[in-house]
């Protein structure tokens, strides 16, 4: 039973953008704490970014490798949760994970590759 889906994984080179998205058939996004993880080739996995539900305020929390450059977001109305990638580096390259802890619902990752 799929449950999260992640998309708009791609090429891009160093310095530039991407925006993933993760799409949710089971949670209603706006009322739990998700999360972005990656996994770069041979690594483990390394936590991005967190944004907690309304109930939380919605905070925000970056891994420091990313704080400045990655930006965390909601859509309410689409039910759809976003990460925008701004400056990405060669070492951001890595499969990239839309998560709910909680409930251990991990999508299936979409690949992030930087490099000229």
């Known amino acids: 039973e799929v449950q999260v889906v992640e998309s708009g994984g791609g090429l891009v080179q160093p310095g530039g953008s991407l925006r993933l998205s993760c799409v949710s058939s089971e949670f209603i996004l706006s009322t739990v704490t998700m999360n972005w993880v990656r996994q770069a080739p041979g690594k483990g996995l390394q936590w991005v970014a967190r944004?907690?539900?309304?109930?939380?305020?919605?905070?925000?929390t970056y891994a420091e490798s990313v704080k400045g450059r990655f930006t965390v977001s909601r859509d309410n109305v689409k039910n759809t949760l976003q990460l925008q990638m701004n400056d990405l580096k060669p070492e951001d390259s890595a499969v990239y994970y839309c998560v709910h802890f909680t409930q251990g619902v991990w999508g299936q990752g979409t690949q992030v590759t930087v490099s000229s």
């Open positions: 944004i907690g539900g309304t109930n939380r305020g919605s905070r925000k």
